[in-house]
């Protein structure tokens, strides 16, 4: 395993310490929120946690939560007790910017309910502002795509679909994800309103104000953001 792998691994296993039994817990998406999903496996089969029911935010997770007998449901209405998920960048206030995994609507739509919303990082993933680094993923709505790409260019000139080999990448939901470059100078909440009203967007990785607190790895330990 990489340095940064374990590092992964670390933050990973902090936050799955939170996780009591019986409780209702939220399953990220991503190579971080994996190892969450693996040290869940570990506690359940070990006899240290029990009567854990996981909610997946992408397919992947569900079926990664399977093949470690964690018992999953659906997502309804019901609060979460917690959810733990990576990001791709983090903000000193924890606002998050999530999504380079492609999962990010699901992970809104849950991570929402849950009570307490865990970030799992290494370091790398720690900025001084929204947009140092990652792009902002905005998944839209396949029909109509070009069209609403359009939309989205009068403002934020700098992105493209994503498309990692001849075809689009295409979302557990069916849609697409435009992946835009933001300015220099934002008011994230602000962005976020203008996108999410641009006709084909279903939603944003921005993940404002949901974030309870953070383990973040490096070499020299785990820091916890609160
Ligand atoms: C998926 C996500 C992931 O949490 C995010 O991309 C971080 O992934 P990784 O832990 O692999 O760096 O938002 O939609």
Same mark, same amino acid.
């Given at each position: ?17 939170? %996780? ?21 496996? #570990?506690?359940?089969?070990?006899? *240290? ?38 990001? $791709? ?5 924890? $606002?998050?910017?999530? &999504?380079?995994?492609?999962?990010? %609507? #699901? *992970? ?23 947009? *140092?680094?990652?792009?902002?993923? %905005? ?18 000139? +700098? ?5 990692? &080999? ?30 999410? +009203?641009?006709?084909? %967007? ?25």
């Amino acid at each position: 395993m990489s340095d940064l792998e374990a590092l992964k691994k670390e933050a990973a296993v902090r936050a799955v310490a939170l %996780v009591q039994s019986g409780q209702r817990v939220g399953l990220g998406t991503g190579s971080t929120a994996k190892y969450a999903i693996e040290e869940l496996g #570990r506690k359940l089969a070990a006899g *240290e946690l029990s009567g854990i029911v996981g909610v997946s935010t992408s397919e992947a997770s569900e079926a990664l939560a399977r093949e470690l007998g964690i018992p999953t449901e659906s997502l309804d209405p019901r609060p979460l007790d917690l959810a733990i998920d990576g990001a $791709d960048e983090i903000a000193p206030n924890l $606002d998050l910017i999530k &999504g380079l995994g492609g999962a990010l %609507v #699901r *992970e809104k739509v849950t991570e929402v309910q849950a009570r307490r919303l865990i970030i799992i990082a290494d370091h790398t993933k720690l900025v001084t502002r929204l947009g *140092e680094k990652a792009p902002l993923p %905005v998944e839209i709505l396949r029909f109509g795509f070009l069209s609403t790409i359009e939309r989205l260019r009068e403002f934020l000139p +700098g992105g493209r679909l994503r498309q990692p &080999g001849a075809q689009p990448y295409v979302t557990d939901n069916g849609n697409y994800i435009y992946d835009a470059g933001l300015p220099a100078d934002f008011d994230p909440r602000e962005l976020e309103r203008r996108i999410k +009203g641009t006709l084909g %967007v279903v939603d944003t990785g921005f993940f404002l104000g949901m974030a309870e607190r953070a383990f973040v790895a490096a070499p020299d330990g785990v820091r916890e953001l609160i």
